[in-house]
């Protein structure tokens, strides 16, 4: 086989196994910053890995600017249809894309062996962003969320929501157009600082758009996965229209829904979400924090 039919079957074969990655559903750790410090060096290295097997095929004049705004189109297409593919499409992913395909289609005349240093040091990014992102929630304990912070951004896990900041005061949680009609439609984090002994309540604020009670619960886990009712607190609770603000005192805290101790040096996970089955619109979280003694 000439080295030029190679050279189209290893950019035919790269180019498919680079779009079936990006377009696959793939479970990485749910809500953790490890998750997108993985998926942005995968995005930093399969674009430049697309950008230098398409680049072998053209000319000096076309494999620069040419070719990279090409991989610009194609980035911003794969963003656009994974979330009909069952994922969530990220800036920040599109963002290492391009930067990746940028740095071999600026490198064409630097040695093999250099050219791809500039991905290396890109790749590099990621965690690093994310290890700020772990230090900046960790500097603002006991406060568990904060509309408007960067940090606050990264590791929500959705069920059947959407979410957005709404003016910098709160988060706004709305049904997800592909949504899988839970029943329980909320939102989770896993706190940095599991350790919340020493705290006195956990206080946060809802506000609810519409004329109607609404029932809301809130959830800690002590465990991984999804405990059962017994093994997990949970405190259910109305809210009317407008702003209704939440306390739970440690007192009710402490102990799961089955009468069992909570960990609280070890939590894992907590939570928001509505205890109905009727359709709404949307709703705001205010910012989540912990109360200390």
Not at 52 to 72: D, E, N, Q, T, Y
Not at 260 to 283: I, K, M, N, Q, T
Request: with cysteine; hydrophobic share 45%.
């Amino acid at each position: 086989m000439r080295a030029a039919d190679q050279g189209k079957w290893a950019a035919g074969l790269g180019s498919a196994a680079a779009f079936l990655f990006l377009l696959l559903p793939v479970h990485l750790p749910s809500g953790g910053h490890a998750g997108y410090a993985l998926g942005g060096v995968a995005h930093v290295g399969l674009f430049a890995g697309l950008a230098w097997l398409w680049g072998r095929l053209l000319s000096a004049r076309h494999r620069g600017w040419m070719l990279w705004i090409a991989l610009v189109l194609v980035s911003t297409g794969v963003e656009a249809f994974q979330s009909f593919a069952g994922r969530s499409p990220e800036r920040v992913d599109w963002l290492d894309g391009v930067g990746g395909a940028a740095c071999i289609c600026a490198t064409w005349r630097w040695r093999p062996g250099i050219r791809w240093a500039p991905v290396l040091i890109l790749a590099l990014f990621p965690p690093i962003w994310e290890t700020a992102m772990v230090q900046m929630e960790t500097r603002a304990f006991p406060v568990l969320a904060q509309p408007g912070a960067r940090w606050a951004g990264r590791g929500w896990m959705l069920n059947g929501m959407e979410w957005a900041v709404d003016r910098s005061e709160a988060f706004r949680f709305s049904p997800a157009p592909s949504g899988d009609g839970s029943p329980y439609p909320g939102t989770f984090r896993e706190p940095v600082c599991q350790d919340w002994r020493g705290v006195r309540a956990l206080k946060t604020s809802i506000f609810w758009p519409a004329p109607n009670t609404a029932i809301f619960a809130v959830r800690v886990d002590d465990r991984p996965g999804n405990p059962p009712y017994a093994e997990r607190f949970q405190r259910e609770f109305s809210v009317t229209q407008g702003w209704n603000d939440v306390r739970i005192p440690v007192e009710e805290l402490a102990r799961t829904s089955g009468g069992r101790p909570l960990r609280l040096e070890s939590v894992r996970r907590w939570g928001v979400f509505l205890v109905l089955d009727a359709p709404f619109e949307y709703f705001l979280l205010g910012p989540v924090r912990l109360e200390l003694q």
